[in-house]
């Protein structure tokens, strides 16, 4: 038999996953690539370094299904699902028991409730407003002068971390900057946002019923503070991976693959791809 | 199942008859010549028979508003009112008139809004009417005569509530008659009486067509879109006409199998007023899945018209109107709302409900939430809530509302 | 029910802030424990007839939500996001605290606005306490407003209290307790308005809002307490700007706004801070049929607020309250999403515009995003009154 | 007499030393970053420098600013509408302004005055913060335009995009969604500029815009923001550099003012 993969491509507003998957649902090859303005190029770019991590030729890959806010970039590809879908997916590849995923985004918190199969059951984001969601710990990491991954370890030292009630995200900045100016250390903000955070997207999981188990995905899971906040205010563990950033490639990816199994026309396939 | 004959849509006698007829109406409404005096009044509950049969000219500023979200030019109306000190967080219906008619002239490119002689505030479901209706009073120095009309808090509206209303419209009249030398004619009202409930009867019958598999109308929609004359023009004989045009047109796609769309894969009951700055774009998400909505609320915010003891009636005319206005969709009580929806989930055999909350409208949205946790964990239907708003495209958020509804369908297509 | 005594009263001059903030309600659970058999009726704003409720020996109380003291964690999905903070923290409290809940054995929420009169369909299907949604009449002309307001008042109180009887001579009672204590309002306002420095606001204000938790004879006795120590205040008088201060408050400012406004230099000479505990100025009858008196005040004597129906005064009024407070300026303050008081705004402005009385609006939150921008905007607005 | 006027803003802190209440015998700017407290001073210092000035020679020090109260050495401090106001009335003093706009880092706020420079009326912008300099800053960012460009960038623009979401994080959904529509970054960034023209149009009209426009605040030197003012206000817009001083400025002569009621 010929040698076969599927890919999954998640662009996403700040950065683009790819994950190639053979015929038996092993992870070959990963990428991450920061998207600039050229989203559909740097799609293209995540999918080959993918293709390259796993040392294969691109035509190898047979089918390829784009997800997340760039999706209709990823026009190489043959399938589109949202992230919603893929996140799921993906989250229960990794964790089989997962009822639950938390993926706090760029720009959305997304909770979803899973059946047994994977079916999505219902899933709840965040509204209008940009509070809760990563940009709000990116802007904020950035007002204290630190980076985005320094911010778990820090949050570590914190003894009583302050309250931030802003619910904007660049007002948030000038509640930050306040905080600092009064004297309260880094790491009591630090962790007062993660607890600001965490309130926020146990409120969104609530619309959808809080069970057993929950995954945390997204890039903001790597954050061991915001994962302690987290457990804290649910009082319990929660699952995190190394690879919760790909979750979305991973299930886009997993998507394919079972249409190629199927050996039907693909289903999930909204109409933008016709047009 | 009906036998189905293969005939392409665009064959058919009726083919998209009534919607060039609403255009029609819609046009010649705004164009029509101003001759008699005019009256201003809210779409819920509202005594439009009344004063139509007192000789006035009625308009519904509210109508006029989404006429103009759904043709993209509402924001400039907006930005106009918010410029004398309206708020950002005040209802966009309210912000639109008073940057079109009071602070623009009412010239629209349909045709002038005539500034009002008298305003009624039908106070039905809506408490933002009354406010709304007292800076109109005072931007026009008209009178205005408040209509009181008690939430919907009962099985059966109490007599006390009808006596209640009725008293106060008998009072209306003869303030009017005095105001405007005018004499109400019983057998006037009566004769418009039977226009309005010949329109209901029909516009009632096209909600019923809906529980046919598949259904010849997206009764969110495109009911929308018929929903402006019996809101518009409810007691005129065009009114009535309309809808025997339509359920001619629905009984056709009927008799040939004929939908929306091509081919129905999802029923769905809407919940919630419209996205109008985005009504295309939003519609469009619901197409592309085979999505048809088989019921919704929102064409009801004019009167619950599907349930025939609520329609008008020429034998009782007082309590007729009382009892009417009692039930627009906003002045119902969440206990009945749910009622409404669980009834059209099951008798139109839906798969799903979509929740469309909007930032204006705090009567009609406060409280989406708690029915959607109704629905899925009491009723077990799959709901989907999205948030705008029906006026003010600064809060159309496309590419966030397009992922949750592809979400949506996408999670019932693999539960199938 | 008992009267107050004077020792009675120290566990409330000592710990004000802390009671009438309480989100556990202990007033009203110690008040039920020594009135067995007796409830506690949740009233929302603005205005619910008190006099009613405590004509059967229960006691009304005003909630205003949880405010700072709960965060908002299931609420946000129950109502949506462009909803004021009190319907949110009101919902909080229902849903995730249990003294609240207990505490309560009934609710009212009048028809103030959109938002209140949704709460009763969302409370009545998650309790089983009795909720009544209360249509207060808003046509004041009709003649029909005063039969329906007697129906509709009695109606509130058979779903209360579906087993009991009224008492008219209790009610006439009850009338003339509710009277006194606002008569009590009267004169401390009006000390106030004589002698703002011997009046601090913020503790005006507790002793005011901390009667939503009292029965109204040990609120009556506080107030007097509280009158005869302002009266021997001798706090020295400030260079302050005399203001009125209006946001027809449904939701309440957070106590540290209050404060700010004062700290800012506003001497604050009329408000409208729990104007539902303060909605009338006159007394009730308390001759003839008591249903009636209280149904014909409410129509004819009830504040001018905005969550009422009041055609073609809104400029009057603020005028008026301006002139009658001899102010320098007016402090709109309103809850964020609070509808009708953003509308009324618009002709009160103007009317003072036109006046040349200067205004400045702001917007707050209970639980806002620090006050840094409403010190800036009080700040500025006393400044320009301030500098030459 | 010498008064100075220090404005600690959420951006940068500015400085004036102001002689006899006329002649500016020094300025200084730096980005505010650590303890405003300390920027302050150390501003300040820079003005003594400059000015070869001791300590003690400067007669009343205001602050003004987000940071106004962290000033230790302050004599009073005024909040920054007020100095806005009675800065940009002295810069401008010889076309007699009675309208300005002042667009800072955080937040952008249309002020009316008296001829004194006295405020009548002001707006502020609403809770979110799309309308403000920062917003820029995030779109420089988003689309790896460096701030030194921004201007230049969206001046080539032919066909501006306006940005309609009232967030200025949601924004860049949308300007991701322009992105990947393949509209140039230039008509991108312009619409980002009339957008926030827009809103600071919606303040101006809020406390009546029946004059001329004149420029205060830290976007002052950007002719991009010029230009879309000019043409969502449909009027030319009055901006010099001078004018990001106008609240340090305006504290000093409200310096001057107090001391003078001081001495008397």
Same mark, same amino acid.
């Given at each position: 038999?010929?040698?076969?993969?599927?890919?999954?491509?998640?662009?996403?507003?700040?950065?683009?996953? =790819?994950?190639?998957?053979?015929?038996?649902?092993?992870?070959?090859?990963?990428?991450?690539?920061?998207?600039?303005?050229?989203?559909?190029?740097?799609?293209?770019?995540?999918?080959?370094?993918?293709?390259?991590?796993?040392?294969?030729?691109?035509?190898?890959?047979?089918?390829?299904?784009?997800?997340?806010?760039?999706?209709?970039?990823?026009?190489?590809?043959?399938?589109?699902?949202?992230?919603?879908?893929?996140?799921?997916?993906?989250?229960?590849?990794?964790?089989?028991?997962?009822?639950?995923?938390?993926?706090?985004?760029?720009?959305?918190?997304?909770?979803?409730?899973?059946?047994?199969?994977?079916?999505?059951?219902?899933?709840?984001?965040?509204?209008?407003?940009? @509070?809760?969601?990563?940009?709000?710990?990116?802007?904020?990491?950035?007002?204290?002068?630190?980076?985005?991954?320094?911010?778990?370890?820090?949050?570590?030292?914190? $003894?009583?971390?302050?309250?931030?009630?802003?619910?904007?995200? &660049?007002?948030?900045?000038?509640?930050?900057?306040?905080?600092?100016?009064?004297?309260?250390?880094?790491?009591?903000?630090?962790?007062?946002?993660?607890?600001?955070?965490?309130?926020?997207?146990?409120?969104?999981?609530?619309?959808?019923?809080? &069970?057993?188990?929950?995954?945390?995905?997204?890039?903001?899971?790597?954050?061991?503070?915001?994962?302690?906040?987290?457990?804290?205010?649910?009082?319990?563990?929660?699952?995190?991976?190394?690879?919760?950033?790909?979750?979305?490639?991973?299930?886009?990816?997993?998507?394919?693959?079972?249409?190629?199994?199927?050996?039907?026309?693909?289903?999930?396939?909204?109409?933008?791809?016709?047009? | 199942?009906?036998?189905?004959?293969?005939?392409?849509?665009?064959?058919?006698?009726?083919?998209?008859?009534?919607?060039?007829?609403?255009?029609?109406?819609?046009?010649?409404?705004?164009?029509?010549?101003?001759?008699?005096?005019?009256?201003?009044?809210? &779409?819920?509950?509202?005594?439009?028979?009344?004063?139509?049969?007192?000789?006035?000219?009625?308009?519904?500023?509210?109508?006029?508003?989404?006429?103009?979200?759904?043709?993209?030019?509402?924001?400039?109306?907006?930005?106009?009112?918010?410029?004398?000190?309206?708020?950002?967080? &005040?209802?966009?219906?309210?912000?639109?008139?008073?940057?079109?008619?009071?602070?623009?002239?009412?010239?629209?490119?349909?045709?002038?809004?005539?500034?009002?002689?008298?305003?009624?505030?039908?106070?039905?479901?809506?408490?933002?009417?009354?406010?709304?209706?007292?800076?109109?009073?005072?931007?026009?120095?008209?009178?205005?005569?408040?209509?009181?009309?008690?939430?919907?808090?009962?099985?059966?509206?109490?007599?006390?509530?009808?006596?209640?209303?009725?008293?106060?419209?008998?009072?209306?009249?003869?303030?009017?008659?005095?105001?405007?030398?005018?004499?109400?004619?019983?057998?006037?009202?009566?004769?418009?009486?039977?226009?309005?409930?010949?329109?209901?009867?029909?516009?009632?019958?096209?909600?019923?067509?809906?529980?046919?598999?598949?259904?010849?109308?997206?009764?969110?929609?495109?009911?929308?879109?018929?929903?402006?004359?019996?809101?518009?023009?409810?007691?005129?004989?065009?009114?009535?006409?309309?809808?025997?045009?339509?359920?001619?047109?629905?009984?056709?796609?009927?008799?040939?199998?004929?939908?929306?769309?091509?081919?129905?894969?999802?029923?769905?009951?809407?919940?919630?007023?419209?996205?109008?700055?985005?009504?295309?774009?939003?519609?469009?998400?619901?197409?592309?899945?085979?999505?048809?909505?088989?019921?919704?609320?929102?064409?009801?915010?004019?009167?619950?018209?599907?349930?025939?003891?609520?329609?008008?009636?020429?034998?009782?005319?007082?309590?007729?109107?009382?009892?009417?206005?009692?039930?627009?969709?906003?002045?119902?009580?969440?206990?009945?709302?749910?009622?409404?929806?669980?009834?059209?989930?099951?008798?139109?055999?839906?798969? =799903?409900?979509?929740?469309?909350?909007?930032?204006?409208?705090?009567?009609?949205?406060?409280?989406?939430?708690?029915?959607?946790?109704?629905?899925?964990?009491?009723?077990?239907?799959?709901?989907?809530?999205?948030?705008?708003?029906?006026?003010?495209?600064?809060?159309?958020?496309?590419?966030?509302?397009?992922?949750?509804?592809?979400?949506?369908?996408?999670?019932?297509?693999?539960?199938? | 029910m008992t009267s107050a005594t004077?020792?009675d009263?120290?566990?409330?001059?000592?710990?004000?802030?802390?009671?009438?903030?309480?989100?556990?309600?202990?007033?009203?659970?110690k008040w039920k424990r020594e009135h067995p058999g007796k409830k506690a009726?949740?009233?929302?704003?603005?205005?619910?007839?008190h006099e009613?409720i405590y004509a059967y020996g229960h006691l009304p109380?005003?909630?205003?939500?949880?405010?700072?003291?709960?965060?908002?964690?299931?609420?946000?999905?129950?109502?949506?996001?462009?909803?004021?903070?009190?319907?949110?923290?009101?919902?909080?409290?229902?849903?995730?605290?249990?003294?609240?809940?207990? =505490?309560?054995?009934?609710?009212?929420?009048?028809?103030?606005?959109?938002?209140?009169?949704?709460?009763?369909?969302?409370?009545?299907?998650?309790?089983?306490?009795?909720?009544?949604?209360?249509?207060?009449?808003?046509?004041?002309?009709?003649?029909?407003?005063?039969?329906?307001?007697?129906?509709?008042?009695? #109606?509130?109180?058979?779903?209360?209290?579906?087993?009991?009887?009224?008492d008219?001579e209790k009610l006439?009672d009850a009338?003339s307790k509710y009277?006194e204590n606002?008569?009590?309002?009267?004169?401390?306002?009006?000390?106030?308005?004589?002698?703002?420095?011997?009046?601090?606001?913020?503790?005006?204000?507790?002793?005011?809002?901390?009667?939503?938790?009292l029965d109204v004879v040990k609120h009556n006795e506080?107030?007097?307490?509280?009158?005869?120590?302002?009266?021997?205040?001798?706090?020295?008088?400030?260079?302050?700007?005399?203001?009125?201060?209006?946001?027809?408050?449904?939701?309440?400012?957070?106590?540290?706004?209050?404060?700010?406004?004062?700290?800012?230099?506003?001497?604050?000479?009329?408000?409208?801070?729990?104007?539902?505990?303060?909605?009338?100025?006159?007394?009730?009858?308390?001759?003839?049929?008591?249903?009636?008196?209280?149904?014909?005040?409410?129509?004819?004597?009830?504040?001018?607020?905005?969550?009422?129906?009041?055609?073609?005064?809104?400029?009057?009024?603020?005028?008026?309250?301006?002139?009658?407070?001899?102010?320098?300026?007016?402090?709109?303050?309103?809850?964020?999403?609070?509808?009708?008081?953003?509308?009324?705004?618009?002709?009160?402005?103007?009317?003072?515009?036109?006046?040349?009385?200067?205004?400045?609006?702001?917007?707050?939150?209970?639980?806002?995003?620090?006050?840094?921008?409403?010190?800036?905007?009080?700040?500025?607005?006393?400044?320009?009154?301030?500098?030459? | 007499?010498?008064?100075?006027?220090?404005?600690?803003?959420?951006?940068?802190?500015?400085?004036?030393?102001?002689?006899?209440?006329?002649?500016?015998?020094?300025?200084?700017?730096?980005?505010?970053?650590?303890?405003?407290?300390?920027?302050?001073?150390?501003?300040?210092?820079?003005?003594?420098?400059?000015?070869?000035?001791?300590?003690?020679?400067?007669?009343?020090?205001?602050?003004?600013?987000?940071?106004?109260?962290?000033?230790?050495? $302050?004599?009073?401090?005024?909040?920054?509408?007020?100095?806005?106001? #009675?800065?940009?009335?002295?810069?401008?003093?010889?076309?007699?302004?009675?309208?300005?706009?002042?667009?800072?880092?955080?937040?952008?706020?249309?002020?009316?005055?008296?001829?004194?420079?006295?405020?009548?009326?002001?707006?502020?912008?609403?809770?979110? @913060?799309?309308?403000?300099?920062?917003?820029?800053?995030?779109?420089?960012?988003?689309?790896?335009?460096?701030?030194?460009?921004?201007?230049?960038? @969206?001046?080539?623009?032919?066909?501006?995009?306006?940005?309609?979401?009232?967030?200025?994080?949601?924004?860049?959904?949308?300007?991701?969604?322009?992105?990947?529509?393949?509209?140039?970054?230039?008509?991108?960034?312009?619409?980002?500029?009339?957008?926030?023209?827009?809103?600071?149009?919606?303040?101006?009209?809020?406390?009546?815009?029946?004059?001329?426009?004149?420029?205060?605040?830290?976007?002052?030197?950007?002719?991009?923001?010029?230009? @879309?003012?000019?043409?969502?206000?449909?009027?030319?817009?009055?901006?010099?550099?001078?004018?990001?001083?106008?609240?340090?400025?305006?504290?000093?002569?409200?310096?001057?003012?107090?001391?003078?009621?001081?001495?008397?």
């Amino acid at each position: 038999m010929q040698e076969k993969y599927v890919a999954g491509v998640d662009v996403g507003s700040t950065t683009a996953k =790819a994950i190639i998957l053979d015929m038996d649902r092993n992870i070959v090859g990963k990428s991450l690539q920061n998207v600039s303005p050229k989203v559909a190029e740097d799609a293209e770019t995540a999918f080959l370094k993918a293709c390259q991590d796993a040392g294969i030729d691109r035509e190898k890959v047979v089918l390829i299904t784009g997800t997340g806010y760039g999706r209709l970039k990823v026009r190489f590809g043959q399938l589109i699902v949202t992230e919603i879908s893929c996140h799921a997916k993906g989250a229960q590849f990794i964790f089989p028991k997962t009822r639950l995923t938390l993926d706090i985004g760029g720009q959305d918190t997304k909770a979803i409730r899973l059946g047994e199969n994977g079916e999505i059951i219902d899933f709840s984001m965040n509204d209008k407003c940009s @509070a809760g969601t990563g940009r709000f710990l990116d802007v904020c990491a950035d007002a204290l002068g630190f980076s985005v991954s320094d911010l778990g370890p820090i949050s570590e030292k914190s $003894r009583r971390p302050v309250k931030i009630t802003s619910t904007c995200t &660049v007002f948030a900045e000038t509640e930050v900057s306040n905080q600092l100016a009064r004297g309260r250390k880094p790491e009591d903000i630090v962790n007062g946002l993660h607890y600001s955070i965490a309130e926020r997207s146990i409120s969104l999981m609530r619309r959808v019923g809080i &069970v057993d188990e929950i995954t945390f995905t997204g890039g903001v899971s790597r954050n061991t503070g915001m994962v302690r906040a987290l457990e804290d205010k649910l009082g319990r563990k929660i699952n995190v991976s190394p690879l919760s950033q790909w979750f979305g490639a991973i299930g886009a990816a997993l998507f394919a693959l079972e249409e190629l199994e199927k050996g039907s026309d693909p289903k999930f396939m909204p109409m933008e791809v016709k047009q | 199942m009906e036998n189905i004959v293969a005939v392409k849509e665009e064959d058919l006698q009726y083919a998209g008859a009534a919607r060039k007829m609403q255009r029609q109406l819609v046009r010649d409404f705004y164009r029509q010549d101003v001759t008699k005096p005019v009256v201003y009044l809210f &779409v819920g509950g509202n005594p439009a028979e009344l004063l139509r049969a007192l000789g006035f000219q009625v308009y519904m500023p509210e109508i006029t508003a989404l006429t103009m979200a759904i043709r993209h030019q509402s924001l400039q109306y907006i930005l106009k009112a918010e410029s004398i000190g309206y708020g950002l967080d &005040v209802c966009g219906y309210v912000k639109t008139d008073i940057g079109l008619t009071h602070l623009s002239g009412g010239e629209t490119d349909m045709g002038k809004i005539p500034r009002p002689d008298l305003l009624v505030c039908n106070y039905s479901g809506c408490s933002v009417y009354a406010k709304w209706w007292e800076a109109l009073a005072e931007f026009y120095k008209v009178p205005l005569i408040m209509l009181d009309i008690p939430y919907h808090r009962f099985n059966d509206p109490q007599k006390e509530d009808l006596e209640y209303i009725i008293g106060q419209l008998r009072e209306m009249v003869e303030k009017i008659e005095k105001l405007f030398d005018l004499t109400f004619d019983m057998n006037r009202l009566k004769d418009v009486l039977a226009y309005s409930r010949k329109a209901e009867d029909g516009w009632g019958r096209s909600f019923e067509m809906a529980k046919h598999v598949p259904s010849p109308i997206d009764a969110y929609f495109e009911s929308i879109f018929y929903m402006f004359p019996i809101n518009a023009l409810r007691g005129t004989k065009e009114a009535a006409e309309f809808y025997d045009l339509l359920n001619r047109e629905l009984d056709e796609r009927v008799k040939h199998g004929i939908g929306p769309v091509e081919n129905e894969e999802f029923r769905t009951v809407i919940e919630g007023v419209p996205p109008y700055p985005g009504y295309r774009s939003f519609w469009n998400m619901f197409k592309k899945w085979n999505a048809v909505s088989v019921a919704a609320t929102y064409p009801k915010v004019g009167g619950m018209f599907d349930i025939p003891e609520l329609r008008h009636d020429p034998a009782k005319p007082w309590e007729s109107i009382a009892r009417y206005s009692i039930f627009s969709y906003c002045n119902l009580s969440w206990d009945f709302r749910r009622e409404t929806i669980k009834r059209y989930l099951e008798d139109f055999k839906a798969d =799903a409900l979509v929740i469309h909350g909007i930032k204006s409208c705090r009567s009609f949205t406060a409280g989406q939430g708690d029915l959607r946790d109704y629905v899925i964990n009491e009723l077990g239907y799959p709901a989907l809530y999205v948030e705008s708003d029906h006026q003010d495209p600064r809060y159309w958020a496309e590419a966030q509302i397009l992922n949750r509804v592809d979400a949506f369908f996408e999670a019932l297509r693999m539960k199938r | 029910m008992t009267s107050a005594t004077s020792s009675d009263l120290i566990p409330l001059l000592t710990n004000l802030q802390e009671i009438t903030y309480d989100i556990d309600f202990e007033q009203v659970h110690k008040w039920k424990r020594e009135h067995p058999g007796k409830k506690a009726i949740a009233t929302f704003p603005v205005y619910v007839p008190h006099e009613l409720i405590y004509a059967y020996g229960h006691l009304p109380v005003n909630i205003y939500g949880g405010g700072e003291e709960i965060s908002i964690s299931h609420a946000d999905a129950i109502l949506g996001s462009f909803i004021c903070s009190i319907s949110k923290s009101t919902t909080e409290l229902l849903l995730s605290h249990q003294p609240f809940r207990d =505490a309560f054995d009934g609710f009212v929420f009048p028809f103030i606005c959109d938002v209140a009169r949704n709460l009763s369909g969302i409370f009545g299907r998650r309790i089983s306490q009795p909720v009544y949604m209360l249509h207060l009449a808003q046509n004041v002309q009709s003649e029909h407003s005063i039969p329906y307001l007697k129906n509709e008042f009695m #109606r509130m109180v058979s779903t209360l209290f579906p087993d009991e009887q009224l008492d008219l001579e209790k009610l006439r009672d009850a009338i003339s307790k509710y009277n006194e204590n606002r008569a009590l309002y009267k004169k401390i306002y009006e000390l106030r308005s004589e002698t703002p420095w011997k009046v601090p606001l913020d503790d005006l204000y507790m002793t005011i809002r901390v009667g939503s938790n009292l029965d109204v004879v040990k609120h009556n006795e506080l107030l007097k307490s509280k009158l005869s120590e302002y009266e021997k205040n001798e706090r020295p008088k400030k260079d302050a700007i005399r203001v009125v201060v209006t946001g027809n408050f449904c939701e309440q400012p957070p106590l540290d706004i209050i404060r700010l406004i004062e700290q800012v230099g506003c001497y604050v000479i009329d408000d409208d801070f729990m104007i539902g505990r303060r909605f009338y100025q006159t007394p009730v009858s308390e001759e003839g049929d008591p249903i009636e008196a209280l149904a014909r005040h409410y129509l004819h004597e009830g504040a001018k607020t905005a969550t009422r129906f009041h055609e073609g005064e809104k400029g009057e009024v603020i005028l008026e309250r301006v002139k009658n407070a001899n102010a320098e300026g007016v402090i709109f303050l309103t809850a964020k999403f609070c509808e009708p008081a953003l509308d009324d705004l618009v002709l009160q402005q103007q009317a003072l515009q036109e006046n040349g009385i200067p205004s400045v609006h702001i917007e707050f939150e209970e639980r806002g995003s620090g006050y840094e921008n409403i010190r800036l905007s009080l700040e500025t607005f006393v400044e320009s009154l301030l500098f030459d | 007499m010498i008064t100075a006027g220090i404005d600690i803003g959420t951006g940068s802190t500015k400085g004036v030393l102001l002689e006899d209440n006329e002649k500016i015998i020094a300025r200084a700017i730096k980005p505010t970053k650590g303890s405003p407290g300390k920027m302050a001073t150390e501003i300040f210092n820079e003005l003594l420098e400059t000015s070869k000035l001791d300590k003690g020679e400067v007669d009343y020090i205001a602050s003004t600013g987000y940071g106004r109260y962290m000033m230790e050495e $302050r004599q009073i401090q005024i909040s920054d509408l007020t100095t806005t106001g #009675r800065g940009a009335k002295f810069i401008y003093r010889d076309k007699n302004p009675s309208l300005i706009l002042d667009i800072g880092t955080q937040s952008s706020r249309a002020i009316r005055v008296d001829e004194r420079g006295k405020i009548i009326q002001f707006k502020m912008n609403e809770r979110c @913060a799309a309308g403000s300099g920062r917003f820029i800053e995030r779109c420089s960012r988003y689309l790896v335009v460096p701030m030194e460009k921004i201007s230049e960038t @969206a001046m080539k623009s032919t066909d501006p995009q306006k940005i309609s979401s009232v967030c200025a994080v949601l924004s860049e959904t949308e300007i991701i969604n322009h992105v990947s529509q393949g509209i140039p970054v230039e008509d991108i960034l312009m619409g980002v500029f009339m957008s926030i023209a827009d809103r600071a149009g919606t303040l101006l009209k809020r406390v009546k815009l029946d004059a001329p426009v004149f420029l205060a605040g830290g976007l002052v030197h950007m002719p991009a923001m010029k230009k @879309a003012l000019d043409e969502v206000l449909d009027q030319e817009v009055i901006s010099v550099p001078e004018a990001h001083f106008s609240a340090a400025i305006g504290a000093a002569r409200l310096g001057y003012q107090r001391l003078q009621k001081i001495k008397k």
